[in-house]
C-alpha cells in the first residue's frame, strides 16, 4: 500500500504541497447541465430541463466535499459532468489551473487519469462477460501504463489496496458479493493514481454491515492516498461521517454550503433544517422528543421551477420577496457558512440534531 | 424448535395487550431454485398483540419480508413450500381454503409494499382500485358510497384535491403519493392488522417523513397493530413498541425497543448498531461485519452468525450446535446466541474492541 503512495508521489513529482485541506485541486464555477425536452413526433424543444443551474464550489487536496439532497436535485449530474460525461452547457470545470470545459477530448484524456469515478450499482457498473483482472487492467491499457508482468503486478497490488485477494483476479463479477464488487470498481478507479474521485452513492445499494466496510475502506484509501473525494449521496449520515465539507442541493442549485460541522450543527436554511429533522434517529430515547419538520408536497419538476427561490413552494417562511428574487448563497451570519434564504436563520427549535449520550 | 411451545412474551401476554392476535409458530420456507433448495425462513415465531407496531429489521436476504408474505400465503407454490402454523382468530392461516382466506386478506390483514408502483395496476385508476377493494369485502355497499369512501380516505392521507386524484391513473401520482393512496387502501376496511414491508424505502427522505406521520394516522384511525419490516433501524427506533432482529433465516433477538438499542444481547444486533454512521453520535469510525451473510443453499451447522462473530473467538460450540431462541432474565426479552450472558455490561467494549481490528484493514 505505501508503495503505491511512493510510486504515484514520484509519478507526479509531488511531495509537501498534499497535504489534506490544502492545495485546491478542483473549482467549479457558475455549471450549469440544461437538457432539452424534446418532442420525437413533432421534432421540437418543448422545454428544457435544468438539472444543475449555476452551481459553484472547490475541493482540495486530500478533502471530502459532500454534495447532498434528493433525487432530481442534480448532484449526480453534477459529478458526472465535472468529468465530462454528461456535457456541461455552461460554466468552468478548473481542474489544477486548466479549464477542462473547453479541452479536446484529446486534450482532456491526461486528465481523466487523475480524476475517476465510482458508481452507485456494482452490478451494472462491471461488465459480466471480462474478469476482474481484465476490468481493473483496462483503465491501465487505455492508457498504455505497466507493460507485459507490471501491469498483472499492478493489478494484484490493487487488488490488494481494497481488501480483495489477488486470485480473485481471475473471477467474474458475479461471483462476487454487492460489497466485493464495490471494491472492484474502487480497484479499477483508482488504477490510474488519480487525485480525485467522484463517488455517486457508492454505498447507497449496499446493507448496511456491508456498507460500513466499504465506509472504511473509502477512509483507509483517502488517508494512505491523500485522495480528494467529491461524495455524492442522499444519505445524510453517512455524508456527516465521511465529510470534510458539504454542499445541500436542491433543485439545481446549491442552497448551503460549509464545514460538516457547521451545517449539521447550525443549519440556517430551512431546507437543510427540514431535511436534517426528517432523517429518523436509531436512538429510541429521541422518540417524541425530536421536532420534525415535515414539508408539504413534492420536489417541483425542474423543468418549470419556481420563480425566484426553488424552495420556496414548499418553504413555512417563504414571503412575497422569495417569488420575486432568487436569494443568493452568501455568508449572512459571517461565520463562512453560505446560504442561499432571504430569511436563513439559525433553527428556532435549538439543534436540528438531538445529540446522545453514549 | 423447542421455542415454538413458551410464549416468547409471557408478561405482555398475561397483562396489557390480551391475548396475541396473530401468533406464528415455526414458520419454515423453501425456496426451490435451479441451483437447489434456498431455506429462505427457517423457523420463525412470534406473535403480535392488538394495537402494537412490531418492527422486523434485518438485512437483504435475511427472510423478514418471505416470512411476511408467506404468512399470507402470497408466495406461489411452487417453488415456496410453506410449512409452521399461523394462527389468527382461532384458525389456521396456511391451511385454510384460499376462498376463506382471500377475504381475510385485504380486510382484517392488509399489506403496504415497498414499490407503490409495481403494487397498483397501472391500467385502472387509483381510486376505482380502492374503491374496488372496498366493495370486494362488502358487496352492499353502492358504487357510489364506495367511491365517497375512497375519496374520503384519499383525503385523510393528504392526497391533495382527492376528487381530482380519485380519476388519475398509478403514473400520475408521485412516489411519496402513490404510497399515500396505497396507505389510504390498507385503511380502506379497517384492518386488525397491517403488514408494512419497507414502506418508505424507496422514498426521499422528506417523503419518509411524510408517509410515516400518515402511517401513524392510519394506526391511529383503524387502531390496528402494524409489523413494520425495514432494514432502516431508525424507523425501528421511531416507531416500533418490540422488535425482532432476523438474521439468516431466524429470529436472533426479540426485545422491547429501548432494551433492544441500548443493551443488545445478541453480537449481531451490536454490531448492527455500531455499524450505523449517525447524526446524533461522533463516531470515529464504523464497525464493520467482516465477511457476509451464509447461504441459505447451505447453511452452516452451528450458529449462522458464527463466521462474522467477534465474540465466538473460535469456540467450538458456535459451529457445532445451533443456538435456540432462549428468553433472558425475567423480561419480554429472547437472544438466540450460546454466550449472550458475557454482553451484560460488555457492550461498549465489545464495540471498541471490534472498531479497532476493522481498523488494522483485514474487513
Known sequence: ?358 | MDISSEPQTPDRADTRLGAPLLSVRDLTTRLAVESGVVQAVRGVSWDIYPGEILGIVGESGSGKSVSVSSLLRLLPSPPAIVSGSVMYNGQDLLTLPERRMRRIRGQEISMIFQDPMTSFNPVKTIGSQISEAIRVHHRSVSRRAARARAIELLGMVGVPSPEGRYKQFPHEYSGGMRQRAMIAMAMANQPKLIIADEPTTALDVTIQAQVLEILQLAQRETNAAIVLITHDLGLIAELADRVLVMYAGKVVESAPVMELFRQPRHPYTLSLLGSLPRLDVELDHLVSIPGQPPSLTNPPPGCAFYLRCKMSDGRERCWQEEPALLSIGAGPRSAACHFSDEMDGLAQSVTETTGVDVRAGKE
Open chain 1, 1 to 358: 500500500m505505501t508503495s503505491i503512495a511512493t510510486a504515484r508521489l514520484q509519478s507526479t513529482g509531488q511531495t509537501a504541497e498534499k497535504s489534506p485541506g490544502g492545495t485546491e485541486i478542483l473549482r467549479v464555477e457558475g455549471l450549469k447541465v440544461h437538457f432539452p425536452v424534446t418532442s420525437t413526433l413533432l421534432r421540437r424543444t418543448l422545454g428544457t430541463v435544468k438539472a444543475v443551474d449555476g452551481v459553484d464550489f472547490t475541493i482540495a487536496a486530500g478533502e471530502t466535499l459532500g454534495l447532498v439532497g434528493e433525487s432530481g436535485c442534480g448532484k449526480s449530474t453534477t459529478g458526472l459532468s465535472i468529468l465530462r460525461l454528461i456535457e456541461p452547457t455552461s460554466g468552468r470545470v478548473v481542474f489544477r489551473g486548466e479549464d477542462l470545459t473547453g479541452l479536446s477530448k484529446r486534450s482532456l484524456r491526461p486528465y481523466r487519469r487523475e480524476m475517476q469515478i465510482v458508481l452507485q450499482d456494482p452490478y451494472s457498473s462491471l461488465d459480466p462477460r471480462m474478469t476482474v483482472r481484465s476490468i481493473v487492467s483496462e483503465p491501465l491499457k487505455v492508457h498504455r501504463l505497466y507493460k507485459g508482468a507490471a501491469r498483472a503486478e499492478r493489478v494484484d497490488e490493487l487488488l490488494q489496496l481494497v481488501g480483495l485477494q489477488p486470485e480473485h483476479a481471475s473471477r467474474y463479477p458475479h461471483e462476487f458479493s454487492g460489497g466485493q464488487r464495490q471494491r472492484i470498481s474502487i480497484a479499477r478507479a483508482l488504477a490510474l493514481d488519480p487525485q480525485l474521485l467522484v463517488l455517486d452513492e457508492p454505498v447507497s445499494a449496499l446493507d448496511v454491515s456491508i456498507q460500513a466496510q466499504v465506509v472504511n475502506l473509502l477512509e483507509r484509501l483517502q488517508d494512505e492516498l491523500s485522495l480528494a473525494y467529491l461524495f455524492v449521496a442522499h444519505d445524510l449520515s453517512i455524508v456527516k461521517h465521511i465529510c470534510d465539507r458539504v454542499a445541500v442541493m436542491y433543485l439545481g442549485h446549491i442552497v448551503e454550503t460549509g464545514t460538516t460541522d457547521d451545517v449539521y450543527k447550525r443549519p440556517t436554511h430551512p431546507y437543510t433544517q427540514a431535511l436534517l429533522s426528517a432523517v429518523p434517529i436509531p436512538d429510541p430515547e429521541h422518540r417524541g422528543r425530536k421536532k420534525r419538520i415535515v414539508l408539504q408536497g413534492d420536489v417541483p419538476s425542474p423543468q418549470n421551477p419556481p420563480s425566484g427561490c426553488p424552495f420556496r413552494t414548499r418553504c413555512w417562511k417563504a414571503q412575497d420577496i422569495c417569488a420575486e428574487e432568487m436569494p443568493e448563497l452568501i455568508d449572512r451570519f459571517g461565520h463562512g457558512h453560505p446560504s442561499a434564504c432571504h430569511f436563513a436563520a439559525p433553527p428556532e427549535n435549538g439543534p436540528a440534531v438531538p445529540a446522545s449520550v453514549r
